[in-house]
């Protein structure tokens, strides 16, 4: 969920704050802190500042998978589109 809110403020061009995730969120700002804490070790957070924002290395990878699920619908349906 934390993940989530830290790529749609990106996609929104507006990082947030961890007390701007936190309400965002609806969870207590040291709870976002810890978790955020775990995101940013796998690589799907980075601070920049006071705020948070999702790192291009991961935005590339969401967006491989993305058209990889958009080739399986288009394969899957490919009948049905007259391809």
């Not at 948070?52 to 990878?61: G, N, Q, S, V, Y």
């Amino acid at each position: 969920m934390i993940s989530t809110a830290v790529y749609l403020a990106m996609v929104e061009e507006r990082p947030l704050t961890a007390s701007e995730l936190a309400r965002a969120v609806g969870l207590p700002r040291t709870t976002v802190l810890r978790r955020l804490a775990v995101l940013q070790h796998q690589g799907r957070v980075e601070r920049r500042g006071r705020t948070w924002r999702t790192p291009l290395a991961h935005l590339l990878r969401l967006e491989q998978a993305d058209l990889g699920a958009l080739a399986g619908l288009v394969r899957i349906n490919a009948d049905e589109l007259d391809i």
